[in-house]
């Protein structure tokens, strides 16, 4: 069975500086993917990056950029120029087709607090 | 295009009661997961609807059930609730043509709580 840890359960960061989220993963297989979400307070659970495990460039969205490292099965993610917004808990997450379905692996969780 | 909806949004129950809960997923998605959320144990996999049918089952009692209309809109229902049972239930809905890539959009969620 697939585990997902998050090493960090509470972060903070000063406004526009850059914070880095951790991610570990572990599993036996080659095809799968990997996500962070971000949960606002009580807000709802939005996708913020995804990663496909077979493509070895890292993916980037805006400020959010992740570090993939497959052998060493490691994900994190990079906020640059942190923003109040960015303030919520962040979800790290591991998802793979069996027979069809979907399914995601989440991490507990790493609660990201922006400081102005 | 409206997003994946639940309904209701709170709800409080006494134990040994059974509740049902709504989800309508964005429309032209197939596939609706259910997750339960807890401070203590995160985010667990319940079970995945797709085409009326249930492809995936996360390890929970018998007493979590689902389903799935024709119209993909999704309920779940928890018989004899036990305290544990309170948290937050989220539902997300994946596109069509995406298999293989796990991206899900994910509901407001209803919050239970068992007393």
């Known amino acids: 069975a697939q585990t997902v840890t998050q090493s960090q359960p509470e972060m903070s960061v000063q406004e526009a500086e850059t914070v880095t989220l951790s991610c570990t993963y572990d599993?036996?297989?080659?095809?799968?993917?990997l996500f962070w979400y971000k949960q606002p307070p009580s807000r709802q659970m939005i996708l913020v990056i995804r990663?496909?495990?077979?493509?070895?460039q890292n993916a980037t969205e805006n400020r959010f950029s992740v570090n993939f490292q497959k052998a060493a099965k490691s994900f994190s993610l990079k906020i640059s120029d942190s923003q109040l917004g960015d303030t919520a808990m962040y979800f790290c997450?591991?998802?793979?087709?069996?027979?069809?379905?979907?399914?995601?692996?989440f991490g507990k969780g790493t609660k990201l607090t922006v400081n102005p | 295009k409206a997003g994946v909806t639940q309904t209701p949004r709170y709800l409080i129950k006494t134990r040994g009661q059974q509740v049902t809960l709504s989800c309508s997923p964005i429309?032209?998605?197939?596939?609706v997961s259910w997750y339960q959320q807890t401070p203590g144990q995160g985010l667990q996999f319940l079970f995945e609807?797709?085409?009326?049918?249930?492809?995936n089952k996360g390890n929970f009692p018998g007493r979590f059930s689902g389903r799935q209309f024709s119209n993909s809109r999704s309920e779940m229902n928890v018989s004899t609730l036990e305290l544990g049972d309170s948290a937050l239930y989220l539902c997300?809905?994946?596109?069509?043509?995406?298999?293989?890539?796990?991206?899900?959009?994910f509901g407001p969620g209803t919050r239970l709580t068992v007393l």
């Open positions: 990663q496909e495990a077979y493509k070895q």
């Open positions: 997300a809905s994946s596109p069509p043509g995406t298999s293989g890539r796990g991206e899900q959009f």
């Open positions: 429309s032209g998605h197939r596939s």
């Open positions: 997450a591991f998802g793979r087709t069996q027979g069809g379905s979907e399914k995601l692996v």
């Open positions: 609807y797709f085409s009326e049918t249930q492809r």
């Open positions: 599993t036996s297989e080659n095809n799968y993917y």
